[in-house]
């Protein structure tokens, strides 16, 4: 029973070589894992007028292109290593979590796998855009690589060597909904709807496990650090709140402030946190998995890990932090960052139970199975999920008011 991965990174950059991902336990588990390399950045992403006329009215996705063949690879050749094209699970975290929204929606993925797995990153509507958007916003690279003048701008641009565009690309600027955003193209070939759009109007076709950590935000901003010193102070956190929010009208940072009071929180660094993990993952991640669920169809399993790495300070304090969950799903939390970390026995104990909902989701489409703390279908009525911590608890409408108010602020 095969396990495809597709690595995060924002699709820029990562790999599937971090230590946790060689020889994981995971992989004793009755799975196969199938690691996936694709493009990345403008190599794997680039949107241009020229490629769009060669490509018949397509250009960009191309690191999708790349992870759908690798898909069918495993369709053709995964019974030679004893596994089942049958049942193939293909699962992401971060920007591979965005990946598998697409695959999911993609006409050209559609049979190559089973079930699918989307960790820490959902793609709301609107998020991604257009070949005509992308075309004008990545079109400076072009001249940044010296080919605007060239008789012959597409065979300028491929004889320029690979490591010239990586360290261009980074010049073109971000647009507003995030760098995601200015990757993933919706046009004719990989991707003809907006994939939120997609789901909303189809369900997923395939079974369906979806979460995030509770504190996705943690350590991504000097402000949502708390390893930071000084700390940050409640006058501190209310400016941040006004530099996010003032922007988008008036009224909202009163609003935001009060469901977030610093005084819920154990400090009020944890109290932006908690918006930034809602605004940026958590609350997305609620919608695309209502998004997802038919009445009748593939069930979806929605998560939210909560686990504080108990033997190092400095990751305590992060506490569930983006991509705190992978080495645990992989069975080496002593992996973390590279490690070495020492986890607890509990700790392990949290790994072997992580690598068991994972992998039976793989085989049959259902995480549960004996001795497993039961892991609810979710349902949008009640928004049951699963708290995936040492100790698995059934959770229902985590922030759901919160979320109400945040996602129709999101572009």
């Known amino acids: 029973m095969p396990v495809t991965v597709i690595h995060g990174g924002s699709n820029r950059q990562g790999g599937t070589h971090p230590p946790f991902l060689n020889t994981p336990p995971l992989a004793t588990q009755g799975v196969i894992l199938v690691t996936i390399e694709y493009r990345l950045g403008m190599l794997g992403f680039f949107v241009n007028p020229l490629l769009t006329a060669e490509g018949g009215g397509s250009s960009g996705n191309y690191g999708v292109m790349d992870q759908i063949a690798a898909l069918t690879w495993v369709q053709r050749n995964i019974a030679a290593f004893g596994g089942d094209p049958a049942h193939v699970m293909v699962f992401g975290q971060s920007a591979g979590s965005f990946d598998v929204e697409v695959l999911l929606v993609s006409p050209l993925a559609q049979g190559l796998f089973s079930a699918a797995g989307m960790e820490s990153g959902s793609l709301f509507h609107g998020q991604v855009l257009t070949l005509a958007s992308l075309e004008s916003l990545e079109a400076p690279l072009v001249s940044l690589l010296s080919c605007d003048k060239a008789p012959d701008i597409l065979a300028c641009l491929r004889a320029t060597p690979a490591a010239n565009i990586v360290n261009n690309e980074s010049a073109i600027p971000n647009i507003p909904g995030g760098e995601v955003s200015r990757t993933l193209a919706i046009e004719p070939r990989v991707l003809p709807l907006d994939p939120f759009d997609a789901l909303q109007q189809n369900g997923s076709l395939v079974p369906l496990l979806i979460g995030s950590t509770r504190e996705e935000a943690s350590g991504t901003t000097t402000s949502d650090d708390p390893t930071v010193t000084p700390p940050l102070d409640e006058a501190g956190y209310e400016a941040a709140l006004h530099a996010e929010f003032d922007p988008i009208g008036g009224g909202v ?38 998004a997802a669920v038919r009445a009748n169809g593939p069930p979806v399993w929605r998560y939210l890990y909560t686990h504080r790495y108990e033997n190092d300070p400095f990751l305590n304090e992060l506490r569930a932090f983006h991509t705190a969950e992978l080495p645990f799903v992989f069975g080496s939390p002593q992996l973390i960052f590279g490690g070495p970390y020492t986890p607890s026995a509990a700790e392990l104990t949290f790994a072997g139970q992580m690598m068991g909902y994972w992998s039976r989701f793989a085989k049959t489409g259902d995480p549960n199975g004996p001795g497993a703390t039961p892991w609810p279908r979710y349902d949008p009525a009640t928004d049951a999920m699963l708290q995936l911590d040492e100790r698995q608890a059934v959770i229902n409408g985590y922030h759901n008011r919160q979320c109400n108010y945040l996602l129709p602020l999101l572009p």
């Not at 400090?267 to 930034?276: E, G, H, K, S, T």
Request: aromatic share 10%; charged share 15%.
């Open 253 to 290: 940072f009163n609003h935001v402030l009060a469901l977030y009071p610093a005084m819920h929180y154990d400090a009020p660094v944890y109290a932006l946190i908690a918006v930034d993990s809602d605004l940026q993952e958590i609350c997305p991640n609620r919608n695309v998995g209502r």
